[in-house]
């Protein structure tokens, strides 16, 4: 009995060390060790010893004093998750299609915990007040994307992470017109559209579009929905063909 219990520990610890270094993200490049501490949950030692074993692995290091960031150590690996994921690649034709059509950036987004990750992208050749790269992530429950892969989860998943902002009426009006819109939720004065891909809680997909709310007038709103939807169609008939 000693001995599963120490399996345990050691299950438990790994699991804290793994959630520390998925802390780090576009959006989050460098942290201190209060903030990390706060992030999954651990005392300062702990998160000490988490960070020093880390660092022993070259996958993190200290830039300015007390702040720690990933190593070009875990490039590799990224690369590899992105050349290794069959559904980018499917959909980077689809992407740009739609990107062509609407003249905004078409992304697609993959559930990963309790965010999504933009995966693949097309962005067309016009000025952006914002920045989206393959990387950032996007909470549920935040912005057209978020909105969207929260209402495709199961009620238990939704009842935990629905946010003050939202309610469960809400998330199924979303499932039942297809679709979910932000207007500066995420960027100010950038309006989205999402639409869902493929709802499998483990393969969980989004396709999202965004532009300055500026430029695009209800017409081209309606476009927008009408596009990604037909996009998303054949992005799952693809994958239904490949991934079988």
Not at 89 to 106: C, F, K, Q, Y
Not at 175 to 194: F, H, K, M, P, R
Not at 216 to 228: A, M, Y
Request: proline share 6%.
């Amino acid at each position: 009995m000693a001995g599963a219990k120490g399996d345990n520990g050691t299950s438990s610890s790994s699991k804290k060390v793994l959630n520390l270094l998925f802390q780090f993200s576009a959006e989050r490049t460098e942290l201190s060790v209060p903030e990390m501490s706060a992030l999954i949950g651990a005392t300062t030692p702990s998160t000490y010893r988490y960070l020093a074993l880390l660092k022993d692995l070259d996958l993190v290091e200290e830039g300015k004093p007390g702040h720690y960031h990933p190593t070009a150590r875990v490039i590799p690996l990224a690369r590899a998750a992105q050349l290794s994921n069959p559904l980018a690649r499917i959909a980077g034709p689809m992407l740009r299609e739609a990107s062509d059509t609407l003249g905004e950036t078409v992304m697609l987004q993959q559930l990963a915990g309790d965010h999504l990750v933009c995966t693949e992208l097309a962005e067309y050749d016009r000025p952006m007040r914002f920045t989206i790269q393959p990387g950032r992530s996007t909470p549920l429950g935040r912005g057209a994307s978020g909105k969207m892969a929260l209402a495709l989860l199961p009620a238990d998943t939704r009842e935990r992470l629905l946010p003050a902002h939202l309610s469960q009426a809400q998330l199924d009006a979303y499932l039942a017109q297809g679709y979910a819109t932000s207007n500066s939720e995420i960027d100010e004065g950038v309006w989205a559209c999402s639409v869902p891909i493929i709802t499998a809680r483990k393969s969980l997909s989004v396709l999202t579009s965004a532009g300055p709310e500026s430029r695009i007038p209800e017409d081209h709103k309606k476009l927008t929905i009408q596009t990604l939807q037909k996009s998303a169609q054949k992005i799952r008939e693809r994958a239904s063909q490949l991934l079988i």
